[in-house]
């Protein structure tokens, strides 16, 4: 039986300490090329390109209906673009299914959560290692021999997800019995679960109080500095975007008006003009 693989584990960054962060950022891992979709005659994107580096927090901005969940559904095989081309270590693809796409290494969490509500914690963790099962539906069906040791093996990797989230409390509760803020944990620990080299975050924060925030914030800087993953994010939030994030491009209306560090983007009038608001 082929062995599960562990998280690899970096040494953590400090709280806050930014400068360490950015020491590990790497070459290009995904890059966007020129991407334009359109739904009929409404155009959602238009001649989009940008790219992300191993082991950054990348975050795509804008106002409703700039286009930003689009441009994930692209990136994860949801949408297919008319015109563009999506790269992901060196290998690319423009017609790749969301399956062909998590195999890749590269998983998504969704704004409108699509948790089993009636299935515990645990269960909804595990559901995450399915692309990493080897043994077919019988054997997991009858838990013997090889499936036995297989499923004992991702539960393990699964309890070490719920550790990390510290949800231990609730792992055998149903995931709708819990309050928003911790079924987004455990949606975040799902997709972690599939072990991604990516990570595409859709609004991880959204409806959160502020303390809910800070905690989902500290988790995601955790999930880049420990597990080493590459992080894209979209959300509302300026605050918590400038705070977590190594470079943020800016869409508005279908295209790209904004790309660069949270200090320039800042500064990009434009970006202010479309979006921010005001100069700080």
């Not at 499936?147 to 309890?159: I, Q």
Request: charged share 25%.
């Amino acid at each position: 039986m082929n062995a599960v693989a562990e998280p690899v584990a970096a040494p953590a960054a400090e709280a806050g300490d930014e400068a360490s962060r950015r020491r590990r950022i790497g070459e290009v891992i995904l890059e966007a090329r020129n991407i334009s979709l359109r739904f009929g005659g409404v155009k959602a994107l238009t001649d989009i390109s940008f790219d992300v580096r191993e082991h950054e927090v990348r975050a795509i901005i804008g106002p409703n209906g700039a286009g930003k969940s689009s441009m994930l559904n692209c990136i994860n095989g949801v949408y297919q673009p008319q015109e563009g081309q999506i790269s992901f270590r060196g290998k690319t693809f423009s017609h790749m299914n969301s399956r062909q796409v998590a195999e890749m290494g590269i998983a998504r969490t969704f704004q409108n959560l699509a948790l089993f509500k009636g299935m515990s914690v645990l269960d909804n963790i595990m559901s995450g290692r399915n692309l990493k099962m080897k043994t077919n539906i019988f054997q997991q069906a009858i838990r013997w021999g090889a499936a036995e040791r297989e499923e004992t093996a991702h539960r393990e990797f699964v309890e070490r997800i719920i550790d990390f989230l510290e949800i231990q409390a609730y792992r055998k509760t149903p995931v709708g019995r819990l309050p928003y803020g911790l079924q987004k944990r455990v949606d975040l620990g799902r997709a972690l679960a599939m072990e991604p080299q990516v990570l595409l975050l859709d609004e991880p924060m959204a409806g959160m109080n502020v303390e809910e925030k800070q905690d989902m914030s500290r988790f995601i800087l955790d999930v880049n500095d420990e597990y080493g993953t590459t992080i894209v994010l979209i959300e509302h939030d300026m605050g918590v975007v400038m705070d977590i994030s190594d470079r943020v491009v800016v869409l508005d209306y279908g295209k790209k008006i904004g790309d660069g560090t949270p200090d320039e983007v800042r500064r990009n009038p434009e970006v202010i003009s479309a979006y921010l608001g005001t100069s700080h």
